[in-house]
T-cell receptor, first 111, second 113 residues
């Protein structure tokens, strides 16, 4: 079993839709949870960062962490064509230097 | 504000040739520095990280090496490239004591022929 699993997609939605992206993980030691957006042939850009369980909102983006289920989500409201990208989840423990990444979900928002 | 520069952006190299990818960070001191490799359809794989000048930790035994000659400079090298070294290489930095935020450069796409 991989440490972090993520549906690779592709996921296609119409403009204005609410998008739900998810990751599951197996290691209960993970404490920090991140979501990155990566455009084609570019480096990943940090979107959201949360510590431990709970919700965090930033504009159209909401990140949720459910540590009891080992499940994290990213919601995008009022999705735009410019949101079309690959979304990577990442997580790390309280110790060590290794950030563990999911393989990414490719999202297309159609105008 | 902090910025990270990574070059070259693209390179095509023959098998057996050497490699040098360079990364510099501006606007911060004593960052933690990382080299990741991204293969298609797979998550980012940590190759090396550094918590200070001359301090390099390797996560994956391979054909590559890393060096940190200055506080904000991180170099990825190889003496002889293999076909399997092809990929997208990403430099990243974080601020100690590493609250969890990791920031990436624009990446270097390496094709080994």
């Amino acid at each position: 079993q991989k440490e972090v699993e993520q549906d690779p997609g592709p996921l296609s939605v119409p403009e204005g839709a609410i998008v739900s992206l998810n990751c599951t993980y197996s290691n209960s030691a993970f404490q920090y949870f991140m979501w990155y957006r990566q455009y084609s042939r570019k480096g990943p850009e940090l979107l959201m960062y949360t510590y431990s369980s709970g919700n965090k909102e930033d504009g159209r983006f909401t990140a949720q962490v459910d540590k009891s289920s080992k499940y994290i989500s990213l919601f995008i409201r009022d999705s735009q064509p410019s949101d079309s990208a690959t979304y990577l989840c990442a997580m790390r423990k309280n110790y060590g230097q290794n950030f563990v990444f999911g393989p990414g979900t490719r999202l297309s928002v159609l105008p | 504000s902090q910025t990270i520069h990574q070059w070259p952006a693209t390179l095509v190299q023959p098998v057996g040739s050497p490699l040098s990818l360079e990364c510099t960070v501006e606007g911060t001191s004593n960052p933690n520095l990382y080299w990741y490799r991204q293969a298609a359809g797979r998550g980012l794989q940590l190759l090396f990280y550094s918590v200070g000048i001359g301090q390099i930790s390797s996560e994956v035994p391979q054909n590559l090496s890393a060096s940190r000659p200055q506080d904000r400079q991180f170099i990825l090298s190889s003496k002889k490239l293999l076909l399997s070294d092809s990929g997208f290489y990403l430099c990243a930095w974080s601020v100690p004591p590493n609250t969890g935020e990791l920031f990436f450069g624009e990446g270097s796409r390496l094709t080994v022929l």
